[in-house]
């Protein structure tokens, strides 16, 4: 049997490398533009965290955990998102005594056992922010119009932003007491997980995928109506600047999300186009200001969102396939292969990227290879080149060809490349 990847776990070859480098590179530029700083974490937790922030009764925490005992008889767990981790983060290095609002963001990746189909993997990219201590709700508007920009910034225009709040524990106390009451006539006509689901968290009722509790749970009385005045004062706040902010939404009642932490802003931005199929989830993100305390950190309001890099690729109109090599040097002969290879260093130190076979064959095959890699220039050097000082550069897009002294090279092939 041979030997293959992980189900539901991809390779991402070379030649897709251009796409995830254009997404990442302006997924930084734009929050780094807004004030946020980098943070990498351990791919792998204490199996805790996970159950003590996501919330037993989530599917994550329930069915999807990568968890295994290490040889120290520690129960780990691959990291199924990253806010757990950021929080984590923030609590052991105690950034609150150093800065009151703590900006990061993290791009990588996240293990969930999940039934693999289009859009959904076992492995998957998310890049995402935390905002700490700022309990908003400007900040709330601000990221939710950052990421809909970014994501316009990206060609993809056909998007449905939903906003919801689910209040803080107040607010949730008096709903779970109205939503209860609903549910418990539907109670054996839900699903087995909703059963428990009710004397646990009724609240993820509502997330429910199963047809038959999607149906009961459409028909239950709507939070927003629960709401209370300082709760209520929050989702209005947040209204309010997403509108002189211009940012298009829709207040989306029923939106629940499936983690436990969260309170008051949830917010989902859905793909509309084809391409994307069921999985058309491109973020979700929201506020979860109860759970850095709870992880033993000081009382600190938060937020925060995480996107699916597969998904944003899926939903990106052009695909870029950039050149990965500016100028291919081939060595006319077998003795000027040293020279050749020098002059690539030189190349690279002013800032060229090149390539060469240093296996060497003939000048036909060297040249062939050049186009095949989609180099912008074929840079010849042969013995009388090396006797007389100079190169000769074949532009291979326009197709002319000049012959330029050795020293001059770099700067001839730069002025090539701007044109
Ligand atoms: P969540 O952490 O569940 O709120 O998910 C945030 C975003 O991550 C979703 O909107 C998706 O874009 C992406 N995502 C979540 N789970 C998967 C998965 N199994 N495969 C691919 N993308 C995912």
Known sequence: MSLRAVKGMKDILPDEI??????????????????????????????????RSIGETTDIVEKEMYTFTDRGDKSLTLRPEGTASAVRAYVQHSVQAREP????????????????????????YQAGIEVFGDPGPYVDAEVIDMVVGFIASLGISEVEVLVNSIGGPETREKYRDALLGYLTPYRTELCPDCQRRMDANPLRVLDCKVPRC?????????????????????????????????????????????????????????GKGEGLGAQNALLGGGRYDQMV?????????????????????????????????????????AGVR????????????AGLRVESDLRGGSLKSQLRRADKIDARIAMILGESEVEEGVVQLKDLKNKTQEQVPRADAAARIHALLSD
């Open 18 to 51: 251009s796409n995830w480098h254009r997404l990442e590179n302006a997924f930084r530029n734009r929050v780094e533009g807004y004030g946020f700083r980098e943070v990498r974490f351990p791919i792998v937790e204490p199996t805790a965290l996970f159950v």
């Open 214 to 270: 999607a149906e009961i749970a459409a028909g239950a009385p709507s939070i927003l109506k629960h709401l209370t005045d300082d709760d209520r004062a929050h989702f209005d706040g947040l209204q309010e600047t997403l509108t002189i902010l211009g940012t298009p939404y829709r207040v989306d009642g029923s939106l629940v999300r499936g983690l436990d932490y969260y309170s008051r802003t949830l917010f989902e931005v859905l």
């Open 293 to 333: 305390k709870s992880l033993d950190g000081p009382d600190t309001p938060a937020i925060g969102f995480a996107m699916g890099l597969e998904r944003l690729l899926m939903a990106m109109s052009e695909a870029v396939t950039e050149s990965h090599v500016d100028v291919f040097i081939v060595a006319a002969q």
């Open 338 to 349: 040293g020279q050749a290879t020098l002059l690539g260093r030189e190349l690279r130190d």
């Open 101 to 124: 609002v703590t900006k990061w963001y993290y791009i990588g990746p996240m293990y969930r056992r999940e039934r693999p189909a289009k859009g959904r993997y076992r492995q998957f």
